[in-house]
């Protein structure tokens, strides 16, 4: 029996056929096996299967801050398509709300595409964004036609509280110079005396003297004032008119780094003082023209200000995934970049660990007009891994785990 079935083994070979069949010279049993031939059929036919798919997916969602505007924040969305071939709708909501919309022009021979929206302040970041591609003729997969998220990334709105001593035409440029929450605090036209009920109760990023104190402050509300704006880490900005209180103003100088050793001392003080103390910070501008200047266009004297009290001492960097998961051997895309604005350039590093094993290494590129590092990582096989995000001190910064998914039909 061996003999003939050995035999008839041999007379496959000579035909070609095999490699096809294995045939068991102790049970007489066949058992399929995938061949050559069947292996290169298969991949033919698989590939004849992707030219038939058609899919659109949302592959990365970018979310950064505008630097040239402190208001605003863009979304960049990376589409992959696959024989797509005619108009598909981007929506962007928040809340529910949409927010932003466009259309797009995909063609069967292009892959890739870019959507950025720029977002200002009229979303709540406490909600969810949504981002959904509308389906195209034949397209059967449309899980990944939409991605949903939430973002820590708050436009750079500070909370103001402006006090004026009197309505005067500073007054008026500069509520037309504040771009942010504010609450005007001025007193009344009858009994010229404020009403502060509501700013002791509130916590402000930023305080601005405004003309004020015209009247008299006394012990007791300097006393509380101080001790507000040092607990809640409230920054200072007077902008001096010349009708203040001169007892007053004595009192309040030392918030800005002067003592007024006599009141005639006053005619001394440069235009602009900075001063900083601690975490406390201040600015006195001293321009009896400065309504003049902000009115003409020229914001220098405000935006120097808002800048020198708002600004942080130490930048902190935050990194992040584009997107969830990702499938074997594509593009992992990460990125970070800093709670403020950094001129020089920084030296990031990307150690990729699987189950506490080190993988390999990987540097961060700088993109010149986002002013955001980045990177797209190749990992080939699946599993959850860790990024360690290093400093250019070997200082880890952050640990980010990203999960790489089996994926059967590659884009």
Known sequence: MKGSYSLFFLLLIASGLATSLYINSFTGEINNEPTIQDVITSEIAESDH????????????????NRFDKKSIYID???????????????????????ASDKMKLYSNKHTYFQSFL?????????????KLSSLKLESNISNNRHSFTTNLKTEKLDIALISG???????AIISNIDNNFDHFFPAFDSHVHNFEDFWFKKYDIVIFDNFPEMPISDRWF????????????SLIMFKGGGEDLDSFQKIAPLFGINLSNKGDIKNISKKTFFSKNHFKSVLINDKLLYKYLLQGDKTYIEEAIDWVSKKKDLSYKFFVGN??????????????????DTNKK???????????HIHEENLYLNPMSDYYFNKLKISNAGEYELKILDEENITLQMINVNIL???IKL
Not at 225 to 233: A, D, G, Q
């Open 50 to 65: 992707k030219k038939d798919i058609v899919d659109i997916a949302i592959k990365n969602v970018i979310v950064y801050p």
């Open 77 to 99: 969305i990376e589409i992959n398509n696959q024989n797509g071939d005619g108009f598909t709708q981007i929506t962007l909501s928040n809340g529910g709300k949409l927010i």
């Open 119 to 131: 977002i200002n302040d009229n979303v709540n970041f406490n909600s969810l964004f949504d981002i």
């Open 166 to 172: 009197t309505l005067n035409y500073n007054s008026r």
């Open 223 to 234: 006393n509380l004032f101080i001790k507000k704006i040092y607990s809640e880490n409230t």
């Open 324 to 341: 969830e998961n990702y499938y074997t051997n594509e593009s992992v895309f990460i990125y970070g970049f800093a709670d403020g604005i």
């Open 347 to 357: 030296d990031f590093k990307i150690h990729i660990f699987k189950d506490g094993i």
């Open 406 to 408: 089996e994926e059967l």
